[in-house]
T-cell receptor
Framework: NAGVMQNPRHLVRRRGQEARLRCSPM?????VYWYRQLPEEGLKFMVY????????ESGMPKERFSAEFPKEGPSILRIQQVVRGDSAAYFC???????????????FGEGSRLTVL | DQQVKQNSPSLSVQEGRISILNCDYT??????FLWYKKYPAEGPTFLIS?????DKNEDGRFTVFLNKSAKHLSLHIVPSQPGDSAVYFC???????????FGAGTRLTVKP
């Protein structure tokens, strides 16, 4: 499967635990984006990364949330000390180009659904 | 700050008829617009796009119209088919931004 791969598809955590969501972009893509979808809401931009660099994290909460895209391996979205309000679907997308250099579009993974008990 | 708005959360049409999904935006810097389609438990998939230098783009049964002066775009699906039933997201991006802004989505139901 050459598409964007996200895992786990479903994750259940208790309040105060840590959640780690992983995303492997499409082959050849070096731009990764994380979006969050709360129930009954649209997709909200969180962070944009290239290999080993965070380019724009303006949509990410300042506390408890962090993201990385190491030289080797998948991109990881990490949520520390989860709270019930973190329950959402987290989508990763990848692109071969920066969004402002469009010849195409973002390719999305199937999402990771986080439930905080 | 919702820069992309889809004011209709749902739309129901009869098979064979036209579906019209609407989207409004507030940021005049947006210059590229896209529609994504999402089935339950799946990620959004790209459907069709339009650049701000155009006012219409057509791909088979799907046509997107852009009215820059009104900051409005619409997606027309004709004829609508039951398989088109999904949530449709409008998205917009600007050359000087790193993020793509999405609307809240419109759930389209096409009845046989």
């Amino acid at each position: 499967n050459a598409g964007v791969m996200q895992n786990p598809r479903h994750l259940v955590r208790r309040r105060g635990q840590e959640a780690r969501l992983r995303c492997s972009p499409m082959k050849g893509h070096s731009h990764v984006y994380w979006y969050r979808q709360l129930p009954e809401e649209g997709l909200k931009f969180m962070v944009y990364l290239q290999k080993e660099n965070i380019i724009d994290e303006s949509g990410m909460p300042k506390e408890r949330f962090s993201a990385e895209f190491p030289k080797e391996g998948p991109s990881i979205l990490r949520i520390q000390q989860v709270v019930r309000g973190d329950s959402a679907a987290y989508f990763c997308a990848s692109s071969s180009l920066r969004t402002g250099e469009f010849a195409g579009e973002l390719f999305f993974g199937e999402g990771s659904r986080l439930t905080v008990l | 700050d919702q820069q992309v708005k889809q004011n209709s959360p749902s739309l129901s049409v009869q098979e064979g008829r036209i579906s019209i999904l609407n989207c409004d935006y507030t940021n005049s810097m947006f210059d590229y617009f896209l529609w994504y389609k999402k089935y339950p438990a799946e990620g959004p998939t790209f459907l069709i796009s339009i650049s701000s230098i155009k006012d219409k783009n057509e791909d088979g049964r799907f046509t997107v119209f852009l009215n820059k002066s009104a900051k409005h775009l619409s997606l027309h699906i004709v004829p609508s088919q039951p398989g088109d039933s999904a949530v449709y997201f409008c998205a917009a991006s600007a050359d000087n931004n790193n993020d793509m802004r999405f609307g809240a989505g419109t759930r389209l139901t096409v009845k046989p």
